[in-house]
């Protein structure tokens, strides 16, 4: 089953303009972290946010969390064209001991095109 | 440093053959996980290992073996392949310390026909 899931499925604006991506998830976490897909590629690790933080920044990249309404959102901030991918959000229910180990429940993921 | 290292990149088995997926790390990280992307589902976690000698499954397991007698290796086994298991499969990995975010490999891709 999957945790997370985006909102929007598919995102087109052009450059210059922001970008913002929405994710929800069903379960208590430990922390919730996104990524970024080129197409044909390996995933990006992009930024994390701690159940116990509220927002996060990192360059371009905003990230809130809103524990009570389970859901986070990331905004991209004067996108360009190389931005275009597919962003997932992905949370983490690791438990605090040691042998349940760490598992990342992903979403389907948004579509992200920005036209130059 | 190399990071996440999978190999083959791409891959086509008959149905019924069995293969390897290999999966090397170099940043000493004691988790390792297998996931699987289909088309419109995201990824998938197939087994995940926090460490040598540990593994459990994930989501996903069935028709699929794996083992951790190193840190650094987590080979994926295909007992017996069906066209169902074609996919794109990533391996990733990360610190056991927590707060970081895990490190993919590039993909192995594989068709059963």
């Known amino acids: 089953s999957q945790q997370g899931e985006e909102d929007p499925q598919a995102l087109s604006i052009q450059e210059g303009e922001n970008a913002t991506m929405n994710c929800s998830y069903k379960?208590?976490?430990?922390?919730l972290q996104w990524y970024r897909q080129n197409s044909g590629r390996g995933l990006v690790h992009l930024i994390l946010?701690?159940?116990?933080?509220r927002e996060k920044h990192s360059g371009r990249l905003r990230v809130t969390l809103d524990t009570s309404k389970k859901s986070s959102s990331l905004l991209i901030t004067a996108s360009r064209a190389a931005d275009t991918a597919s962003y997932f959000c992905?949370?983490?229910?690791?438990?605090?001991?040691?042998?349940?180990?760490?598992?990342?429940?992903f979403g389907e993921g948004t579509q992200l095109t920005v036209n130059p | 440093n190399a990071g996440v290292t999978q190999t083959p990149k791409f891959q086509v088995l008959k149905t019924g053959q069995s293969m390897t997926l290999q999966c090397a790390q170099d940043?000493?990280?004691?988790?390792m996980s297998w996931y699987r992307q289909d088309p419109g589902m995201g990824l998938r976690l197939i087994h995940y290992?926090?460490?040598?000698?540990?593994?459990d499954q994930g989501e996903v397991p069935n028709g699929y073996n794996v083992s951790r007698s190193t840190t650094e290796d987590f080979p994926l086994r295909l007992l017996s392949a069906a066209p169902s298991q074609t996919s794109v499969y990533f391996c990733?990995?990360?610190?056991?310390?927590?707060?970081?975010?895990?490190?993919f490999g590039s993909g192995t891709r594989l068709t059963v026909v």
């Open positions: 946010i701690r159940s116990n933080e």
């Open positions: 990733a990995s990360t610190s056991g310390t927590g707060g970081l975010g895990y490190t």
């Open positions: 379960t208590s976490i430990n922390n």
């Open positions: 940043m000493n990280h004691e988790y």
């Open positions: 992905a949370t983490d229910a690791r438990d605090l001991k040691e042998t349940s180990g760490s598992r990342l429940t």
């Open positions: 290992s926090v460490g040598a000698g540990i593994t």
